[in-house]
């Protein structure tokens, strides 16, 4: 597992940096799709999060389970911790792995990289030493909030199964079952007066399996569709869900790897708490058998997972991009 965003930006198959630049043209007539999973016909649900996830690569969702108390407990311990004196945060700081708190200026567009990573999930490669002991009630709210992070997963992992006529579990155990990873992050961008020049995340696409993000009420979240981007509007309590590339190969490219940046705001601070889900390092991904044959060749490479995000690391290096 990498930190993706050290070596933010793009691939051959995404748009051009100064597409990826390009100040915001809204879609107007399109918006993120919202799916409301109270709905009882679960034959529509499916429907619904297969074609968000073919069409647009990302969507929301709400009354989805997971408390809202929970999730303001989980905002709160977030922000709890780094509004802590900056020596306070360095005790769980990155050391040699992904895994930890880091604060970085990196000057131009690209200006301000704060970050907590951590992993959640499965317990046997959790490093405690990277959870903040301050706010003390961080490990009891993230852990509570991992078993419901896991349980919506799966239940959508579910859903999009059944849509592309697999088995209800077929997707959950191509990524590996209870050996697949669950990492959080925590992205800290704090006011820019700059903010029209100030990417906070620049353009990318997530590496693993999928992603399930709580967004702050401050927006600037977009994803890219159709040669544009659109903002993700702020839905209270909802769960941005984000398709990666490790299900756009597995789908053969049916479901659409989204490709998406967050911007800065002017004035307030943002905060997001994005939950990535991949297969082991060791494990093989490629197209299922399932989903291809002779009137749908695999599209794509079955590769060892390590060996896909050695595969991308390296095209961004040869594409001359600034690798942090
Ligand atoms: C990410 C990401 C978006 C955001 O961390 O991979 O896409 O809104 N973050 O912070
Ligand atoms: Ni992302």
């Known amino acids: 597992m990498v ?42 649900l499916v429907r619904e999060v297969v ?3 073919e069409e647009w690569g990302v969507f929301q969702v709400v009354n989805h389970g997971i408390p809202a108390e929970l999730m303001q407990q989980l905002q709160l311990a977030g922000k709890q911790f780094f509004d802590l004196p ?22 131009g567009i690209n200006n301000w990289d704060e970050h907590l990573f951590h992993r959640l999930s499965p317990p046997s490669i959790i490093n405690y030493k990277y959870w903040p002991k301050n706010p003390p009630q961080y490990r009891e709210v993230t852990e509570e909030y991992t078993k419901h992070m896991k349980r919506l997963t799966e239940k959508i992992l579910g859903w999009l199964s059944e849509g592309l006529g697999l088995p209800r579990v077929a997707l959950t155990q191509s990524i590996g079952g209870d050996t697949a990873e669950y990492v959080l992050r925590i992205n800290f961008y ?30 600037g979240l977009q994803a890219f569709k159709d040669e544009q981007w659109f903002d993700l509007n702020y839905v209270d309590s909802a769960v941005v869900v984000i398709i990666g590339d490790q299900l756009m190969r597995m789908t053969n490219g049916r479901f659409k ?25 060791d494990m093989s991904v490629g197209p299922l058998p399932e989903l291809t044959g002779d009137d749908n060749p695999p599209k794509f490479e079955t590769l060892i997972y390590k060996d896909y995000i050695d595969q991308k690391i390296k095209g961004w290096a040869l594409e001359d991009l600034p690798v942090y």
């Open 3 to 44: 930190d993706e965003r050290d070596h933010d930006t793009s691939s051959s198959s995404l748009p051009s940096l100064s597409k990826q630049l390009a100040d915001t043209t809204l879609g107007g007539s399109a918006d993120v799709p919202v799916v409301d999973l109270s709905v009882s016909d679960e034959g529509f």
């Open 257 to 281: 790897n989204v490709f998406h940046r967050a911007k800065t705001d002017r004035e307030k601070l943002r905060i997001s708490w994005p939950v990535f889900v991949a297969p082991r390092d």
């Open 86 to 107: 900056e020596i306070e945060k360095e005790a769980v700081a990155k050391e040699e792995d992904f895994e930890g708190y880091k604060r970085k200026y990196l000057g």
């Open 190 to 219: 704090p006011p820019t007066q700059h903010s029209e020049l100030t990417i906070g995340a620049a353009a990318h696409s997530d590496m693993g399996a999928i992603a399930l993000l709580v967004p702050h009420e401050v927006p």
């Open 51 to 53: 074609k968000a996830s």
